[in-house]
């Protein structure tokens, strides 16, 4: 495939852990530890196709009404997934958690701002990781920032672009989003990255995140070099 083909950035909704556990006869956790697992492999399998940059939704603003002991499952998860997640960083590899993870637990919150610090030098593969992230939540904390310096005086609602609203999203450091994956059956967006996705192509599939492997994602690949991508002209 010519470089062209192959997406720079894929955002990854990881969905279909709590249906896998039950088929399963096992607890949602046990779902989410085997989605935790598929995370760090589908890193490498991005690296192996050329892809750039992966971003992928882990918790979002509305996962909070999840009950207590899923959401505590999910941040153990996490908290094991930390150490994993430096080894990559002697990989070259860059993490960007993207989403408001002041309101994550100090121990965490602390270990995440310092693996971001410490990668942001690494050039051969940029993870971006969504926790207590909401796409609406990213637009409307970037029109406030962008409210109080009109305010201010320090510049005028003319001056409100579109640019300056990308500079102040998650993302702005990561290429532009080229597709996202969707597995699980489930075709919506779940107010993930919905500014990045405005021009990205869709690719749902029915397998279940934790059943997912490297040939679905050549598939979606696949597909997606096939796409006419016109971005609004012919
Ligand atoms: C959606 O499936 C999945 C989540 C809300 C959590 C995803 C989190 C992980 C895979 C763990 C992440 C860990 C690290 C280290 C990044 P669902 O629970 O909504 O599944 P269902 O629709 O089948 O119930």
């Not at 956790?29 to 196709?49: D, M, P, Y």
């Not at 993302?171 to 059956?185: A, C, F, K, N, Q």
């Amino acid at each position: 495939m010519e470089e062209k083909q192959i997406p720079a950035h894929i955002g990854f909704i990881m969905d279909g852990n709590g249906r896998w556990a039950k088929k399963h006869g096992m607890p949602r956790n046990f779902g989410h530890s085997k989605g935790a697992e598929v995370f760090k492999k589908t890193i490498n399998w991005c690296r192996e196709l050329g892809v750039k940059c992966a971003t992928f939704y882990a918790f979002s603003t509305e996962n909070w009404k999840r009950p207590a002991d899923e959401v505590e499952g999910i941040m153990n998860l996490l908290r094991r997934y930390i150490k994993d997640i430096r080894t990559y960083a002697k990989d070259n590899v860059r993490f960007i958690f993207i989403g408001d993870i002041s309101q994550l637990a100090e121990d965490i919150r602390l270990e995440l701002f310092d693996i971001m610090e410490t990668t942001k030098e690494n050039t051969g593969f940029i993870a971006g990781v969504a926790l207590n992230y909401g796409g609406r939540d990213e637009i409307t904390n970037a029109a406030r920032i962008l409210a109080k310096k009109a305010v201010n005086g320090e510049i005028s609602p003319e001056q409100i672009t579109e640019n300056s609203i990308e500079e102040l999203l998650y993302t702005s450091e990561m290429p532009p989003l080229d597709l996202v994956i969707r597995p699980s059956g489930e075709q919506r967006l779940s107010n993930f990255l919905i500014w990045q996705a405005a021009y990205a192509e869709f690719v749902f599939m029915d397998v279940l995140w934790p059943d997912f492997t490297k040939k679905n994602l050549e598939f979606a690949v696949t597909e997606y070099s096939a796409r006419n991508r016109r971005f609004g002209g012919i």
